[in-house]
């Protein structure tokens, strides 16, 4: 029989059974009988659970996790837990004005306080549409309380016409046939429409799939449990088992400091090139090591991540969708891959089962080829991101999975070739400006320009607009041309298949290099050596920096809420993470 020292080991015993503080005890026991659960629960020493449930009708993507709970709380039960679920602040990708990623760091601080202020012993984390799978790890994190995720699965496949229809990739697709007119209003919305055909979160690889199979590759979830699609029976399954092992992971005290360590954070990043993942990944996973003090930059993605093929033939780099890539094998088949061909750095790994990474996946297997390729014959060599530095900004990154074959032979793969990439610089400040004057004759835009959009970094777009995909003039698009060089201190969608340079930091309003940009000016970029330049000398930049300082620094619109006002205040930039200065030395 448990002895009252024993449940004094669990921390929600400090609220509900203190012998040393009958009072305050008294007060917290009698409200949370006031629903029908005894005395006998919860002075019973099992451990309590917390669901964080980002599920809501304001957050679609994440919504069947109000069902999925259920099977979570029936996997608690049965382990021997107590279950308390409650609501995290929502983050709909797709609904929150201005940018879903401006509620990134309110929904981690709203969450730390529930986790560190309530009776939760341990906590299920219910993962899925972008910035939900940051948020609550970086809470986790911070926190440090046993805590495991689980995904709420990618929508089923989309279909238009015979054709699958990928979300987001579907509508930047339609987008440009709207505007060659090959398309009407009604056809688009219907493509649109489409390609959301059940619940579940985005069902190309995009930002949801990537953080959701990074954190099974950080070790944060059950092995095989990031790809499982939201309506399939497993997925109910998959909750059920998650339930049971949290209330293990209580008993063996084992914590998310425990599990992302660096070893996880640099198998994720070889993970992230395999699948194709989002450019948003590196500003996430860098943010949540930042709450575990774990030191992770840009450079580690390149130095890890690059020289990783790509191996899953997932829209927008490729042509399958979420439900063939669980069929397939998901995570655990990429996996098996990866540790097949010696190229996971860090398989003995520790993972939520309270097992090494390499042992999750002994058995895992790739069940068919044209969707996980083999190591030995990828979709594409080299497939991860390029770190680029310069005048123009001290970090900013780009995908290589999705460059053009042409573009690669000419300005990536040819070690001897001395091309670089120039252009006349277009410059756009914000996403506003862009779309009054993209079709400006006087801007003489051709082929051998260089689109370029700042004030949509973390403080200039508060949260970082994904908006550097930009699309050609309409007058370029009917000629052919679908895409130019995109360079921007904001974000892109993962459901782009753009191969812009993006995220670039210090933004504009930091004073970064693009602040200092003009239309017309020269740029060049040189993906083999990283670099990145105004091609104008150091004096005449001072001079311009000396003149906008003058004027008071770069301008950004004004704050729209308090919650603009105070991140801006203290939000760092994209290569950092964007997490809050201040709650980095919380752990
Ligand atoms: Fe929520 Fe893509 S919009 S997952
Ligand atoms: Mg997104």
């Known amino acids: 029989m448990e002895t009252r020292k024993d449940t004094m080991k669990l921390r929600s015993q400090q609220w509900f059974d203190n ?31 917390g669901i964080a449930q980002t599920g809501s009708d304001l957050s679609p993507c994440n919504r069947h996790h109000v069902e ?22 929502p983050i709909q990708e797709t609904g929150k004005r201005p940018t879903a990623a401006l509620d990134r760091n309110l929904a981690y601080l709203g969450l730390v306080e529930a986790l560190y202020g309530y009776p939760l012993d341990g906590v299920v984390l219910t993962i899925g549409c972008d910035k939900t799978t940051p948020a609550l790890l970086m809470a986790a994190a911070t926190v440090n309380i046993p805590a ?5 699965g990618p929508m089923l496949n989309g279909w238009y016409r015979g054709e699958r229809a990928g979300s987001g990739t579907a509508i930047w697709d339609a987008r440009q046939k709207l505007a060659a007119e090959e398309i009407n209003y009604e056809e688009f919305i219907d493509i649109a429409a489409a390609s959301a055909p059940s619940v579940g979160y985005c069902n190309t690889m995009g930002t949801a799939t990537t953080m959701n199979s990074l954190a099974e590759a950080l070790g944060m979830q059950l092995p095989g449990s990031a790809a499982i699609p939201a309506p399939y029976r497993e997925r109910g399954q998959i909750s059920y088992e998650t339930g049971r092992r949290i209330v293990e992971m209580v008993h063996e005290d084992l914590k998310p400091s425990d599990i992302m360590t660096r070893a996880a954070f640099e198998n994720a990043i070889v993970a992230n090139s395999a699948i194709g993942g989002s450019t948003n990944a590196p500003i996430h996973l860098n943010g949540v090591a930042r709450h575990l003090d774990v030191e992770l930059t840009n450079d580690d993605w390149q130095r890890l991540g690059h020289e990783i093929p790509l191996l899953v033939d997932l829209q927008p780099a490729g042509r399958f ?30 993972t939520v089962t309270g097992k090494s990474v390499a042992e999750n996946y002994a058995d895992a297997e790739v069940t068919d080829r044209e969707v996980i390729r083999s190591f030995d014959a990828p979709l594409v060599e080299k497939a991860g991101f390029i770190n680029l530095k310069g005048n123009l900004f001290d970090s900013a990154i780009m995908k290589t999975s999705v460059i053009s074959p042409e573009f690669r032979d000419r300005y990536l793969s040819n070690p001897d070739d001395p091309d670089a990439f120039e252009g006349r610089a277009i410059v756009f400040d914000g996403p506003e400006d862009y779309h009054d004057r993209i079709d400006d004759p006087a801007l003489e835009i051709d082929e051998h320009c260089i689109l370029v959009v700042r004030g949509t970094g973390p403080i200039g777009y508060p949260g970082g607009a994904e908006v550097v995909n930009m699309q050609p003039p309409a007058a370029l698009i009917k000629r052919g041309v679908h895409s130019m060089p995109c360079i921007g201190d904001g974000r892109q ?9 993006l995220n670039a930091s210090p933004e504009a309003a930091a004073m970064g ?14 993906l083999r050596v990283g670099s990145a330049n105004i091609l104008i000398d150091n004096a005449e930049l001072a001079e311009r ?5 003058a004027a008071g620094g770069f301008a950004f619109p ?10 801006r205040s203290m939000v760092d930039q994209f290569d950092k993470g964007m997490v809050l200065k201040p709650a980095v030395k919380y752990q």
Request: glycine residues 12%; proline residues 7%; aromatic residues 6%.
């Open 19 to 49: 012998p040393d503080n009958p009072g305050m005890t008294a007060l917290y026991l009698e409200r949370y009988l006031n629903y029908g659960i005894t005395r006998e629960e919860l002075q019973s020493g099992k451990p309590i659970i």
């Open 68 to 89: 999925l709970a259920k099977r979570v709380r029936d996997g608690i039960v049965a382990a021997g837990g107590i279950c308390m679920e409650f609501p995290v602040h």
């Open 148 to 152: 495991i995720a689980l995904s709420v």
């Open 321 to 350: 969708l979420g439900e063939d890539f669980h069929r397939a094998g998901g995570v655990p088949g990429v996996f098996a891959e990866l540790i097949g061909a010696g190229k996971l750095p860090n398989p003995d790994a520790l």
């Open 493 to 501: 969608s993962g459901t782009s298949g753009s191969p812009s340079i």
């Open 513 to 526: 290099g693009l602040a200092l940009l003009k239309t017309g000016d020269r740029v060049r970029v040189d």
């Open 545 to 549: 920096r000396a003149a906008l300082e």
């Open 558 to 567: 004004e704050h729209q809420t308090p919650w603009q006002e105070i991140q």
